[in-house]
């Protein structure tokens, strides 16, 4: 088994009689089915439906004083802080920005479970998050039975599941939901109640407007750079992302990416060839959420 302690991620805190009715009405997940030991994935969004952050979030077992913990960029904690802040108006909560982390453990079962630790809800195959502060992430990995390796190992897994990340994959307050693949990864809770820029995320849902989206791409031993076009003969298709190991993700038109492939025009990236790994998902809808 390894683990990574992560440094770009951050921890917000929230607290108070209030929190959960608070926290549900802004934010994508069901907060409703949170308890201590389960993470949902979720992000806060401007009214037009586009992500300010996303984050994981659990509930905080009452011995530890109760609350809900939100596992985000870490460059983006105080921003999601003032924006709950913003929000607060005479509701009962607190808002605070802490000094934790997150440890990631996958490849493998924990030998033990540890306090603020749960499964990523995105993907079984990313394993379990444990809310640490830095210092305790060689103990920590040594309870639970883990390598601790560099972070960018599990950079290189995550790009290798196609799970997109903020900043990286795509970039906040200028994406939908929809377009990376939040509903594909249990980021929004369809059927729960109102929340900042639902009825643009419920829309998409419905009308199936999604042009755009996040998927994994195949790449020879040169990676281009992050934000870079992807093109189709000469006609822009899309951004590549981030890259690892012959692997990447990038944000495209599907549709047009699609026609390309029909056609049989080679897609390139700085001049570099990549292929989808898996070709259909830019013909076929995807499958609708239960959750």
């Given at each position: 088994?390894?683990s990574a302690f992560l440094p770009d991620r951050g921890v917000v805190k929230v607290a108070g009689e209030d929190a959960r009715n608070f926290l549900n009405g802004l934010i994508t997940t069901d907060v409703d089915r949170?308890?201590?030991?389960?993470?949902?994935?979720?992000?806060?969004?401007?009214?037009?439906?586009?992500?300010?952050?996303?984050?994981?979030?659990?509930?905080?077992?009452?011995?530890?004083?109760?609350?809900?913990?939100?596992?985000?960029?870490?460059?983006?904690?105080?921003?999601?802080?003032?924006?709950?802040?913003?929000?607060?108006?005479?509701?009962?909560?607190?808002?605070?920005?802490?000094?934790?982390?997150?440890?990631?453990?996958?490849?493998?079962?924990?030998?033990?479970?540890?306090?603020?630790?749960?499964?990523?809800?995105?993907?079984?195959?990313?394993?379990?998050?444990?809310?640490?502060?830095?210092?305790?992430?060689?103990?920590?990995?040594?309870?639970?039975?883990?390598?601790?390796?560099?972070?960018?190992?599990?950079?290189?897994?995550?790009?290798?599941?196609?799970?997109?990340?903020?900043?990286?994959?795509?970039?906040?307050?200028?994406?939908?939901?929809?377009?990376?693949?939040?509903?594909?990864?249990?980021?929004?809770?369809?059927?729960?109640?109102?929340?900042?820029?639902?009825?643009?995320?419920?829309?998409?849902?419905?009308?199936?407007?999604?042009?755009?989206?996040?998927?994994?791409?195949?790449?020879?031993?040169?990676?281009?750079?992050?934000?870079?076009?992807?093109?189709?003969?000469?006609?822009?298709?899309?951004?590549?992302?981030?890259?690892?190991?012959?692997?990447?993700?990038?944000?495209?038109?599907?549709?047009?990416?699609?026609?390309?492939?029909?056609?049989?025009?080679?897609?390139?990236?700085?001049?570099?060839?990549?292929?989808?790994?898996?070709?259909?998902?830019?013909?076929?809808?995807?499958?609708?959420?239960?959750?």
């Amino acid at each position: 088994m390894k683990s990574a302690f992560l440094p770009d991620r951050g921890v917000v805190k929230v607290a108070g009689e209030d929190a959960r009715n608070f926290l549900n009405g802004l934010i994508t997940t069901d907060v409703d089915r949170l308890k201590p030991g389960l993470g949902r994935f979720g992000a806060l969004l401007t009214p037009q439906g586009k992500i300010i952050v996303d984050f994981l979030i659990t509930e905080v077992p009452a011995g530890h004083g109760g609350g809900f913990l939100m596992d985000c960029p870490k460059v983006l904690a105080e921003t999601l802080a003032t924006k709950l802040k913003f929000y607060k108006l005479r509701a009962k909560v607190t808002v605070e920005n802490l000094d934790l982390g997150v440890l990631a453990a996958w490849d493998g079962q924990l030998a033990a479970q540890p306090d603020l630790a749960f499964a990523d809800p995105r993907n079984d195959a990313l394993g379990t998050r444990i809310l640490i502060p830095e210092d305790l992430k060689q103990k920590l990995s040594d309870l639970i039975g883990a390598d601790l390796v560099d972070a960018a190992d599990y950079e290189a897994h995550r790009i290798a599941l196609g799970v997109p990340r903020g900043g990286l994959d795509f970039m906040y307050s200028d994406a939908f939901p929809h377009e990376t693949n939040m509903d594909r990864l249990a980021g929004v809770d369809f059927d729960k109640g109102c929340y900042v820029g639902q009825e643009v995320v419920s829309r998409m849902q419905h009308r199936g407007t999604a042009r755009t989206r996040s998927v994994k791409v195949l790449l020879d031993d040169i990676s281009p750079e992050v934000g870079v076009s992807i093109l189709a003969g000469d006609k822009p298709v899309g951004t590549m992302g981030s890259s690892a190991q012959g692997k990447g993700i990038a944000l495209v038109r599907i549709d047009r990416v699609a026609d390309a492939l029909d056609a049989g025009q080679p897609l390139t990236a700085g001049g570099l060839a990549l292929t989808l790994a898996e070709p259909d998902v830019v013909r076929v809808p995807a499958k609708q959420p239960t959750a």
